[in-house]
Each structure stands twice: as C-alpha cells, then as structure tokens.
C-alpha cells in the first residue's frame, strides 16, 4: 500500500451528511430519496428481510420522467448527449430532443405490443438510439436488458432466451476499428428457433441494401408517424428497471435485476458526491452503455442531473493513441471518467502525446472497474490532471448499482491515497471479515463485505432467487459478499486486492493479484501486468507473470526479469516471487476491459483456453502463447 497521500479538493467541506448517514441509514436515505421526483410518496422508507430489500414502499415513480420530463421547461436546450463517432462524424442532442425522441418511440414499442413488465433486449453500439430506447422502455414500464454489442450470436442468445425477450433492438452495422460488424446478421442466427421473439426494430446505419425478415421493422420508418406526446406510467418503487447480465467470462452469466426508486435514488446522491456537478460541466465517461457503468453514469446518472455528456463510439486509441485527449480538447470535457486499463494502455507511449494537448478543461478525473495500481494513479494525476484535479478512484459492480467506495469531491476534501478507493459512501456500511465472519484488525487481509442494505442494490436475479442467495449471501449470514479481497487501513480508507477467487494461494500464503501486479507495474518499464497461478505440487500454487513493456523499455529481457523479481521479493515478500515472467505486447481483455486470468492460466498450465467469445482482441491469446512457448524452448535448451 502507498504511503504518500495528496489534499487534492473541490472546496467542498461537508461532514453533517456523513454524521446524519451514521446515525440512521435508513432515515438517510429516505431524505436522499426526496431529491428525486415521484408521483406518489412512499409509504415506508425499507421493508428488510434479507436478503431482499424493498426500497420506498408504496412509492411511484418513473425513470424516464426523472431524467427528461423535469428538464423540459428549465434546460431543454441544452445539450444532453454530445455524441461522435469512431470516423469523425457527430450529433448533438438537447434534452427536448431527446424528449421527443424517447417519447416517439415509447409510442412506437406501444404498438408493437410491448406491457409494462415485458422485456425488451437492445443490441446497439454507442449511439444516442441506445439511451433513447433504454428510457423508451423506462417510460411505459418495460424491462429493458442492453447487450453489449461485441458479444457473438452464442452469448447473445443466452441472454434473449434468459430473459424471453419479445422485442429486440438493433442495427444493421456497428463500426470498430475502422471496420463494419453486421449487428443484424448475428441477431438473425441468435434468434433463430426462439420463437417467443415477435419483433426486431432495425436501425439503419449503412447505405447498402438491408434484407428485412418477417419480424423485422426500420427504426427510422416505425419513428416517422410516431406521436410525440407519451406520458409515463406511474410505476411501483421496486418494479424492475432493466436487467444486465454479467460478463459470463466463466460459466453461465447471471442476470442482475435491479428495480427502479432506489436504483435512481442511488445514482442521484452518487453521481453528485462523487463528480461534483455543476451546469457548465461536460462529463465524459467512456464506458460502454453494454455494462453497468454505461447504464449507470453514462445514462441515468448524467440525465437526472441534467448534464451534458459527451458520448463516443468507438475504441480510445483509434485511429491513434491520442484520440481520447483530442476529444477532451475539442469538446472541452471537465470530467473523464475511464479505466486503470486503458490508462496504462496510455501510459505504454510514453508522455509526449498526453503532453502535447492543453487538458487544461479537466477539473475532475475519476477510475472504474478495477482498482488501479498507484502508478498508474499518479501518472494519471500528474500528466493528465497536471497536480490540479482529484481522482475518484471508485470501486463498485454491476449488483449495487452505484458507487460503494470511492473519494467524495462533491461532498468532502479528503487526503487521496494513490491506488486506495478511499472510504465507503454515506449510508453504505462496508466491513472487511475474515474466514469466520468476524471483522479483521486494521491493516489486515480479508473479505469484502456489505453489512446492510443499500437502495442501488440488486433485487435478485433473473428468474433465480436461489442462486441470488446462494452467490452473494451464503458466506456471511445476511451480510452481502461481492467476492473481492481487501484491507481497510487504520484511516478507514480500503484498498482492493483483486477477486478473491483470484488470490493466489502460495505455500500456504495468500497473495491478492492486485497486489502483485501493482509491485511489476511500478517498474519504470512496465505498463501493464497480469499474474495468475498454475499448481504445483510442492507449493500447491506458483505465480506466473505476464508483462507489457513500455514503448520506450529499454532493459534486455533476462536483465529486467532480475529486476523485476528484486521488485517483488523487496515489496512484498520471497514468498511471492514469480516462477516464470513472460514479456507480451498485450495482454487477454475482455471488451469491458477486464484481463481474462483463466487465459493466462489455461495457457501457462497447458491447458485448453475455452471460449474466448469475450475478448476485445483475439491476437491476444495468440501473444500469450507465442511467449509462453518460446521462454519454454529457451528454458529446454538450456536443460539439455
């Protein structure tokens, strides 16, 4: 852990709504709940029988009215979605055009036939179509459940099966990379034979011809007679708001249900505590709509404070590895919003290209979906933020729905510790328990755990309310665990040590993966790494290290992996020194972001890879293997 903190703040310096959390979460949240519009009051504030909470009894509500209808006669022209594409082109949309737009096709899913309650699967890229549908589907009471749109016909159909969808939401092509995918053609091979899909709205982004099936409709053509006029259905607090599966990199993906007033109270007290909001800024979070961040703080959370968003199709180092800087400029974002990954994808080329634009918009940066490595952290602070901004380093899933740990510029200045996500939010009660459920010692490995209810939290899952206990609540009686590995040091702040099925057990010791590839990322000419264990019969388990080297790495490979296991034996101890270091150009992704260990592992154990259906870039695996192997040869050589 780093012992180097940094007093980076906004000015804000609240402590009454921490005091007023720690004396009754529940009366908290309810005020919190005030803050966002309903149609009726709730009844009672949290109905607890674990592990199902209900949230705001008796309380009505509707997604779509809070993030559209209560702009309309304030800020209705100001640009909601500031959208660009992967080749140049882009839209801008104010809030009254999205209005209008999610109300036409509120109208247009009405005459398809589609119920409050119904289902409705969205297989779009990032374009504005998506949140439209999405709030579409919020408006008359619809379960919306977007699948991001990389994944292929066979994860694909898991999921509409899943969830028996009767409309699905596409378009005809999505462009990567400079490359065109046929969207529609893997939604035609993985709807066929489910006979429960009764239609397939098709938005057309190509100029070639668009062969359409009996269920198939444009988009464009189904929006041209649609009314403009559509009032939202008054909806029960808990009715679902959408379903979003897991990334199923293992096993079957799970579908996270989660419900509508609390999920929105949630993101409304997060999204301002944390980003610290104001009507002149221009967010940009670059996370995929496809999982939970997207959902989250791109569409709900944004909306319901009626900020301006800059929304991107495409991946951050196309056509170049300056792309995302030049958005910054031109658009002149004030908070950015992205992953440790592609930061240390960033970090690999060095600081001449961040260095060559101005960033001088940035006010505000923040991290999700990984902890990040305190390397990374301060590079990110320091080339990027220029000292000036603080980093909302936030630690979350796609089951609560919202921020769990993370700083609070919005709320309070705090001492930044790099690579700690900093305290838990107000109202959250987040323990780290040992083996027997008891609360651990400061400064001492352990389990994450939730000790009450929040309102961001899943309902259940999908048609499975017994794997819903069985997964997140079976391990500690009624306390939540989200299945990571953490510390929380003698400030209180918690520093995240990977998944615990990704803890490394060596010897009998247990060594967190976040742990170790931070000690490699902090050598000066590593970007990245990844670490994963093969068994051993002595040991049980040994580690194996994968290592991207910096553009401008400038050590032979036998002299740098001295270097490195001096790095680690010193840092963390003998115990965890690597057996073998691989160098590769990347690393196995998937396309949230996320490094596929059971790759690594499959791979450096001999054995199959599996389904890698997921992956952001195939050529990876075949990276892996090529060093893998031709350190092997090296190693035959030289035992003969």
């Given at each position: 852990?780093?012992?180097?903190?940094?007093?980076?703040?906004?000015?804000?310096?609240?402590?009454?709504?921490?005091?007023?959390?720690?004396?009754?979460?529940?009366?908290?949240?309810?005020?919190?709940?005030?803050?966002?519009?309903?149609?009726?009051?709730?009844?009672?504030?949290?109905?607890?029988?674990?592990?199902?909470?209900?949230?705001?009894?008796?309380?009505?509500?509707?997604?779509?009215?809070?993030?559209?209808?209560?702009?309309?006669?304030?800020?209705?022209?100001?640009?909601?979605?500031?959208?660009?594409?992967?080749?140049?082109?882009?839209?801008?949309?104010?809030?009254?055009?999205?209005?209008?737009d999610?109300?036409?096709?509120?109208?247009?899913?009405?005459?398809?036939?589609v119920?409050?309650?119904?289902?409705?699967?969205?297989?779009?890229?990032?374009?504005?179509?998506?949140?439209?549908?999405?709030?579409?589907?919020?408006?008359?009471?619809?379960?919306?459940?977007?699948?991001?749109?990389?994944?292929?016909?066979?994860?694909?159909?898991?999921?509409i099966?899943?969830?028996?969808?009767?409309?699905?939401?596409?378009?005809?092509?999505?462009?990567?990379?400079?490359?065109?995918?046929?969207?529609?053609?893997?939604?035609?091979?993985?709807?066929?034979?489910?006979?429960?899909?009764?239609?397939?709205?098709?938005?057309?982004?190509?100029?070639?011809?668009?062969?359409?099936?009996?269920?198939?409709?444009?988009?464009?053509?189904l929006?041209?007679?649609?009314?403009?006029?559509?009032?939202?259905?008054?909806?029960?607090?808990?009715?679902?708001?959408f379903?979003?599966?897991?990334?199923?990199?293992?096993?079957?993906?799970?579908?996270?249900?989660?419900?509508?007033?609390?999920?929105?109270?949630?993101?409304?007290?997060?999204?301002?505590?944390?980003?610290?909001?104001?009507?002149?800024?221009?967010?940009?979070?670059?996370?995929?709509?496809?999982?939970?961040?997207?959902?989250?703080?791109?569409?709900?959370?944004?909306?319901?404070?009626?900020?301006?968003?800059?929304?991107?199709?495409?991946?951050?180092?196309?056509?170049?590895?300056?792309?995302?800087?030049?958005?910054?400029?031109?658009?002149?974002?004030?908070i950015?919003?992205?992953?440790?990954?592609?930061?240390?994808?960033f970090?690999?080329?060095?600081?001449?290209i961040?260095?060559?634009?101005?960033?001088?918009?940035?006010?505000?940066?923040?991290?999700?979906?990984?902890?990040?490595?305190?390397?990374?952290?301060?590079?990110?602070?320091?080339?990027?933020?220029?000292?000036?901004?603080?980093?909302?380093?936030?630690?979350?899933?796609?089951?609560?729905?919202?921020?769990m740990?993370?700083?609070?510029?919005?709320?309070?200045?705090i001492?930044?510790?790099?690579?700690?996500?900093?305290?838990?939010?107000?109202?959250?009660?987040?323990?780290?328990?040992?083996?027997?459920?008891?609360?651990?010692?400061?400064?001492?490995?352990?389990?994450?755990?939730?000790?009450?209810?929040?309102?961001?939290?899943?309902?259940?899952?999908?048609?499975?309310?017994?794997?819903?206990?069985?997964?997140?609540?079976?391990?500690?009686?009624?306390?939540?665990?989200?299945?990571?590995?953490?510390?929380?040091?003698?400030?209180?702040?918690?520093?995240?040590?990977?998944?615990?099925?990704?803890?490394?057990?060596?010897?009998?010791?247990?060594?967190?993966?976040?742990?170790?590839?931070?000690?490699?990322?902090?050598?000066?000419?590593?970007?990245?790494?990844?670490?994963?264990?093969i068994?051993?019969?002595?040991?049980?388990e040994v580690?194996?290290?994968?290592?991207?080297?910096?553009?401008?790495?400038?050590?032979?490979?036998?002299?740098?992996?001295?270097?490195?296991?001096?790095?680690?034996?010193?840092?963390?101890?003998?115990?965890?020194?690597?057996?073998?270091?691989?160098?590769?150009?990347?690393?196995?992704?998937?396309?949230?972001?996320?490094?596929m260990?059971?790759?690594?592992?499959?791979?450096?154990?001999?054995?199959?890879?599996?389904?890698?259906?997921?992956?952001?870039?195939?050529?990876?695996?075949?990276?892996?293997?090529?060093?893998?192997?031709?350190?092997?040869?090296?190693?035959?050589?030289?035992n003969?």
């Open positions: 852990m780093s012992t180097d903190s940094y007093k980076i703040g906004l000015g804000n310096l609240d402590t009454q709504t921490r005091r007023n959390a720690e004396s009754d979460n529940v009366l908290f949240w309810n005020e919190e709940a005030k803050k966002i519009s309903w149609f009726k009051p709730w009844t009672k504030t949290l109905e607890w029988n674990p592990p199902f909470a209900k949230w705001f009894i008796g309380g009505e509500i509707n997604a779509s009215y809070n993030t559209l209808d209560v702009h309309q006669d304030n800020i209705e022209k100001k640009p909601a979605i500031l959208w660009e594409g992967e080749d140049g082109t882009n839209r801008t949309i104010t809030y009254a055009d999205l209005y209008t999610v109300c036409k096709f509120s109208n247009v899913l009405k005459s398809l036939g119920k409050k309650g119904d289902r409705v699967t969205i297989y779009l890229p990032m374009v504005p179509e998506l949140p439209i549908t999405m709030l579409a589907c919020a408006r008359i009471g619809a379960i919306h459940t977007v699948v991001f749109s990389g994944f292929s016909a066979v994860s694909l159909r898991d999921r099966d899943d969830s028996k969808s009767k409309v699905i939401v596409t378009a005809d092509v999505g462009y990567r990379r400079g490359s065109s995918m046929n969207l529609k053609g893997i939604i035609d091979e993985s709807i066929n034979e489910l006979n429960f899909v009764e239609h397939v709205i098709v938005l057309k982004r190509s100029k070639g011809n668009l062969q359409l099936g009996p269920k198939d409709s444009l988009w464009h053509e929006m041209k007679e649609s009314s403009t006029k559509c009032e939202p259905e008054y909806l029960d607090s808990n009715h679902p708001l379903i979003l599966y897991t990334s199923g990199t293992t096993g079957k993906p799970k579908g996270v249900l989660h419900g509508t007033g609390g999920y929105l109270t949630h993101l409304n007290s997060t999204f301002q505590w944390a980003f610290d909001i104001k009507d002149s800024d221009i967010f940009f979070c670059t996370a995929d709509i496809g999982w939970v961040t997207g959902h989250s703080y791109v569409v709900y959370g944004p909306l319901l404070h009626g900020a301006t968003e800059v929304m991107y199709e495409g991946v951050p180092d196309y056509p170049d590895i300056s792309r995302m800087w030049d958005i910054i400029d031109r658009y002149g974002v004030t950015f919003y992205t992953t440790p990954t592609a930061l240390r994808m970090m690999k080329f060095g600081d001449a961040p260095n060559s634009f101005k960033l001088s918009s940035l006010r505000l940066l923040g991290t999700v979906g990984e902890p990040i490595n305190p390397e990374v952290w301060l590079w990110y602070f320091k080339t990027i933020g220029k000292s000036k901004c603080p980093i909302v380093d936030t630690w979350w899933q796609t089951e609560t729905g919202g921020m740990l993370s700083p609070l510029p919005g709320l309070e200045t001492p930044l510790k790099p690579g700690s996500a900093a305290r838990s939010i107000p109202g959250v009660d987040i323990a780290v328990f040992d083996e027997e459920g008891n609360e651990v010692e400061p400064n001492t490995k352990g389990y994450l755990v939730i000790r009450k209810p929040w309102p961001g939290m899943l309902l259940t899952l999908w048609g499975d309310d017994e794997k819903y206990k069985n997964v997140y609540w079976s391990k500690f009686q009624d306390n939540y665990y989200p299945g990571d590995y953490a510390i929380k040091d003698s400030d209180e702040y918690f520093w995240l040590l990977g998944r615990a099925d990704d803890i490394l057990k060596v010897a009998g010791h247990r060594i967190g993966t976040a742990e170790l590839e931070s000690s490699l990322v902090s050598h000066d000419d590593v970007a990245e790494a990844a670490v994963c264990g068994p051993d019969e002595i040991k049980g580690i194996v290290a994968f290592v991207v080297l910096r553009q401008d790495a400038k050590n032979d490979p036998d002299s740098l992996r001295t270097e490195l296991v001096e790095i680690v034996r010193n840092g963390i101890g003998p115990i965890a020194t690597p057996h073998e270091i691989y160098f590769v150009t990347k690393l196995p992704k998937t396309r949230s972001g996320k490094i260990r059971r790759v690594l592992k499959a791979i450096a154990g001999n054995e199959k890879v599996g389904d890698v259906s997921t992956l952001e870039d195939s050529a990876a695996v075949k990276d892996v293997q090529d060093a893998f192997s031709e350190l092997q040869n090296v190693i035959r050589k030289n003969s």
